[in-house]
């Protein structure tokens, strides 16, 4: 009997790749693109519709995974986070910037630090303006449409990391 209950609960290790897909994969199309523009514009009565979307969703993908609340939630801010950088991907790349340069600069990515973030400082965009000099791009000449999609990459990836912590 306790073999039966240990084979049924959840396994504390790291969720395999197919299993953080599941939303995404599920997601209808263009989700990532109004999902971004939450992000953007942090107007939550026009972004209830995705987030609804996306809460459904995760709740599918959380039962068939067997995921607590904590790490339902978790995902939520994964798949949201996840999701958001899919769409402002495009756009950033729309403004002249590579999202890549934005993550290299802050140290964000596989293997990097991925620093738990509650908001963007200032250090942070001062390092993005460093990298973006760097590399030929004048940051003055980023527009504010530019700086708010730069800002918003920042707050979607650190929301996707810091969740991806508490699924791991």
């Known amino acids: 009997m306790l073999l039966l209950a240990l084979a049924a609960a959840p396994l504390a290790h790291a969720r395999a790749p197919q299993a953080l897909a599941c939303a995404i994969i599920a997601a209808p199309e263009g989700l990532d693109a109004q999902l971004a523009e939450s992000v953007v514009n942090e107007d939550a009565e026009r972004s209830k519709p995705a987030l609804d979307t996306l809460h459904a969703l995760v709740d599918r993908c959380a ?3 067997f995921l607590s609340d904590k790490e339902r939630e978790a ?3 994964y798949a949201l986070g996840r999701m958001a950088r ?4 495009a756009r950033l790349a729309g ?3 590579s999202s890549a340069l934005i993550d ?7 293997g990097n630090a991925n620093n738990p973030a509650t908001q963007v400082t200032q250090g942070d965009l001062r390092r993005v303006s460093t990298a973006l000099a760097e590399a030929g791009h004048d940051p003055v000449k980023v527009t504010p449409v530019g700086w708010g999609l730069i800002t918003a990459w920042i707050t979607a990836t650190a ?8 699924l791991d």
Do not use: C, H, K, N
């Open 95 to 97: 403004e002249g910037i």
């Open 104 to 110: 290299t600069a802050l140290d964000i990515g596989p």
């Open 63 to 65: 039962a068939d995974q």
């Open 75 to 77: 995902y939520f801010g």
């Open 86 to 89: 899919d769409g402002l991907d």
């Open 159 to 166: 929301q996707m990391f810091d969740a991806r912590r508490v």
